[in-house]
């Protein structure tokens, strides 16, 4: 490794030390809104404000799309850590991907979730394996098994009153990811995911279908998803999100997003960086609620080791993976 990825991940660890420090701030937000539907937080998916379905690839698709694995050729790990202040939030966890020793590309991912505040103590595993099957040089199906237990204390609710399920029990549940990505043209992504089926929609794992559109022009991608939360299937809830991605060299990139959020009445703004290396990345990011009844901010850091690669995807640059 080089001196700048042993630089990156000094500062990785810098902050990784750091970041405890900030889920200590008082909750003025819901356990709702952290928990973020059951969604796994990744940096790239915090700076496009969750505009990410058609184009992440890599590691990023290990919490997403799972036919997004196919989009970039490599061999990568990545940790990951997130905190939202106001929520006593934070989320830890790490991925593996690799599309380079087979036709078919696989990953797998796990993440711990806490919750620690006054009203809410939530522990939570995620953990999930993703597989992707290319069906001619234009689609690539993809599914992930997830498994997800989670534990609240004993006489714990969520905050600004909104209600956890079982609060105080252990729950433990399995769920499946089935995920499209369609690429007719290499500047050109459409992506389709249904998540957690096979298991009865609930706080924990509420039933969603999410669609979204990517185009990347030389250096510059911009993606738009829109999302339905159907757990309650009378009371539908939408969630629309648009991100640029711009990789101003090799080395960096940088990312922004905006989502607009039905079901938490939030208007929220995303900003990003990477940092690249041929031995890695360093990506950090920041997802702020600039309008809605109890704004939270959202800041996560990923460190990315490339084992090997070839070279990128087909499309979206360096900075989409």
Request: proline residues 5%.
């Amino acid at each position: 490794m080089g001196r700048r990825f042993l630089g990156l991940c000094a500062v990785g660890m810098e902050v990784l030390a750091f970041g405890p420090k900030l889920v200590r701030a008082e909750n003025v937000t819901t356990s709702a809104q952290a928990w973020d539907l059951g969604a796994s937080i990744t940096p790239r998916s915090l700076a496009l404000a969750g505009g990410d379905l058609a184009v992440g690839a890599s590691t990023s698709s290990a919490f997403g799309n799972p036919s997004g694995l196919l989009l970039s050729r490599a061999y990568e790990v990545e940790a990951m850590a997130t905190w939202a202040p106001e929520a006593g939030f934070s989320q830890y966890g790490a991925a593996i991907a690799d599309s380079m020793t087979s036709k078919i590309a696989g990953a797998f991912a796990g993440q711990r979730t806490d919750f620690t505040t006054a009203r809410l103590a939530r522990t939570a595993i995620d953990l999930r394996a993703s597989m992707a099957v290319p069906f001619g040089d234009s689609l690539s199906l993809g599914v992930a098994g997830r498994w997800l237990r989670t534990e609240d204390r004993p006489g714990s609710g969520a905050t600004a009153g909104e209600a956890v399920a079982n609060s105080g029990a252990q729950r433990t549940r399995m769920a499946f990811d089935v995920g499209l990505v369609l690429h007719p043209v290499p500047a050109f992504r459409l992506g389709f995911v249904a998540r957690n089926l096979f298991a009865p929609p609930s706080f924990d794992l509420p039933r969603i279908l999410a669609g979204g559109v990517g185009v990347t022009l030389d250096a510059l991608t911009v993606e738009s998803t829109a999302l339905v939360d159907l757990t309650v299937p009378e009371v539908p809830r939408w969630r629309s999100s648009t991100g640029l991605e711009w990789s101003a060299s090799e080395r960096y990139a940088v990312r922004f997003g905006y989502r607009f959020d039905e079901g938490h009445r939030t208007h929220s703004i995303g900003l990003g960086v990477a940092i690249f290396d041929r031995a890695g990345a360093l990506e950090t990011s920041v997802r702020r609620d600039i309008a809605g009844p109890w704004p939270a901010t959202f800041v996560t850091l990923g460190l990315r080791a490339l084992m090997n690669s070839p070279g990128q995807g087909d499309g979206g640059g360096s900075g989409s993976m």
